[in-house]
């Protein structure tokens, strides 16, 4: 699927990449917080929540204890919701634990402009008052248009304003793959 | 999908796509509303009028608080405070309000059609809260949305709608709905209370309660209007309630399990059993509830930018 019908793509992660950057970004959370004291996983729908789902088996592997997780539906805290048009459409937010005075890992597949993170940060200090709020990316693609870092990052992928990326999961029915798509028209 | 309408006035012409979306939408809001903080910024800057001409507590209070949880600004406007009463018309007092930059406008009229008229003459939003006998779209989907919470699907579902029919724009935005969504309407009450041709909207006729209720999964009560029709329409009130009270005996008749709704007020003792009222059956107070959800959801849907 990554050949030549579809040109305009190219990959950058395979399942095996994909698998192995989660397996580390595992254990840099446990190493940075020692352990899973106070830890929870929060997944920004939709691709956020595979991955976090991923990451919360991985940390179960390694420490073998379970750590709370949540899923974040940050469409209300959206910084263009006057602009549209057409309301985008909501998913349900499901954190089913108190948020205070844990250590949130905010989880996300692709990091970009820094708006979404800015939005889910909103979202989750409206459900109570972390001790500390983590973030953990598969991609970090640059293009920044707010102060925000990612605590850990699966892959840096330089990548031009014009182009897209694309995070396909098995979770979503596809092959684990990262692929660069070229805008056509752009 | 999303909802391309600029304005809610009844839920006649609207698609079981679009009423599925609404209730989907209000999930989330049911979320947001069982937080400690309930509020979230999705309308900030945006402002909702509420244009009440009739009184209404419950269901002004519920818009007022929707539009609070979704940081919109709310402005209460009501006749007997406002200029209405020195004979300025309804569209001119809209377009003030709407020079006033007000995005949305909630109308509560006496008259029916008034949110339509209202809706062509402004470029605001209008959503219709009841206006005369004609619709009350938000409670019909409050309505769909507590029958859904509780695990009933619409396919096949076998509701009775009970009372006076004819002048409640309650049961016509949920006859419209509920058929429109597979549902089997029956409808029940005295023939003074049965509007002509509410077959050809596709609910059936009942003229004793008690052979409507067989089977019945949802038991719709409305409230009975001493205020507008008096008793004009029946002999006694003793004897309605007799004929067409909801007590627990009546209950039974219903499928196991079966809920009953009321839009409120109630009139306990007359159309409804102050022990059915309090009963476990009973999801008076679940609609209420659900109320501010489904309201958000509606707010939501309809603040796009123009």
């Known amino acids: 699927m990554v050949s030549s019908d579809r040109p305009l793509e190219r990959l950058v992660m395979d399942a095996g990449d994909i698998a192995r950057a989660v397996t580390r970004i595992a254990h840099e959370i446990l190493e940075r917080n020692k352990g899973i004291q106070d830890l929870a996983l929060v997944g920004i729908r939709t691709g956020g929540v595979h991955l976090a789902h991923r990451l919360v088996k991985r940390i179960q592997e390694i420490e073998s204890a379970s750590v709370p997780i949540g899923e974040l539906d940050i469409t209300l805290y959206r910084d263009d919701l006057s602009l549209r048009k057409d309301q985008p459409i909501l998913r349900k937010t499901s954190v089913p634990f108190d948020v205070s005075d844990k250590i949130i890992v905010l989880v996300d597949d692709v990091l970009f402009t820094g708006r979404t993170i800015r939005a889910a940060m909103d979202g989750l200090i409206d459900l109570g008052r972390p001790e500390e709020i983590q973030l953990a990316v598969l991609v970090d693609r640059g293009h920044r248009q707010l102060p925000i870092k990612a605590t850990y990052i699966g892959k840096n992928i330089p990548t031009s304003r014009e182009e897209n990326i694309h995070v396909l999961l098995e979770e979503e029915g596809e092959d684990d793959w990262v692929v660069i798509l070229k805008r056509e028209s752009a | ?306």
């Open chain 2, 1 to 306: 999908m999303s909802l391309k309408r600029k304005d809610l006035l009844s839920l006649a012409p609207l698609s079981v796509d679009e009423i599925r979306l609404i209730l989907e939408t209000a999930d989330s809001f049911k979320e947001v509303t069982g937080r400690e903080i309930k509020k979230v910024p999705a309308l900030r800057g945006r402002t909702v009028v509420n244009l009440f001409f009739e009184p209404s507590t419950r269901t002004r209070t519920s818009f007022e608080l929707a539009a609070k949880r979704l940081s919109a600004d709310v402005i209460n406007f009501s006749p007997s405070s406002s200029s209405v009463v020195k004979g300025e018309t309804l569209l001119d007092t809209a377009r003030n309000i709407e020079a006033m930059q007000a995005d949305i406008i909630v109308l509560r009229h006496p008259s029916a059609g008034a949110a339509e008229a209202l809706a062509v003459g402004v470029k605001s939003s209008v959503i219709n809260a009841g206006d005369g006998w004609h619709e009350h779209p938000t409670q019909g989907l409050l309505d769909l949305y507590t029958i859904r919470d509780r695990g009933l699907s619409f396919e096949g579902l076998r509701v009775a709608i009970v009372g006076d029919v004819a002048h409640s724009r309650v049961a016509r935005s949920n006859i419209h709905a509920l058929v429109k969504l597979g549902a089997e309407v029956r409808v029940v009450g005295p023939p003074t209370m049965m509007p002509r041709g509410v077959e050809k909207l596709g609910a059936r006729v009942y003229y004793n309660f008690d052979e409507a209720l067989r089977g019945v999964q949802v038991i719709m009560m409305l409230r009975l209007q001493l205020e507008r029709q008096g008793i004009a329409l029946f002999p006694t009130i003793r004897e309605y309630a007799r004929l067409y009270g909801l007590t627990a005996e009546r209950v039974k008749l219903a499928d196991p399990g079966a809920i009953v709704m009321h839009p409120g007020p109630i009139n306990r003792g007359v159309e409804i059993a102050p022990e059915v009222a309090d009963s476990l059956s009973s999801v008076i107070l679940d609609q209420v509830a659900n109320g501010v959800a489904v309201r958000m959801g509606i707010l939501y849907l309809m603040s796009g930018a123009n």
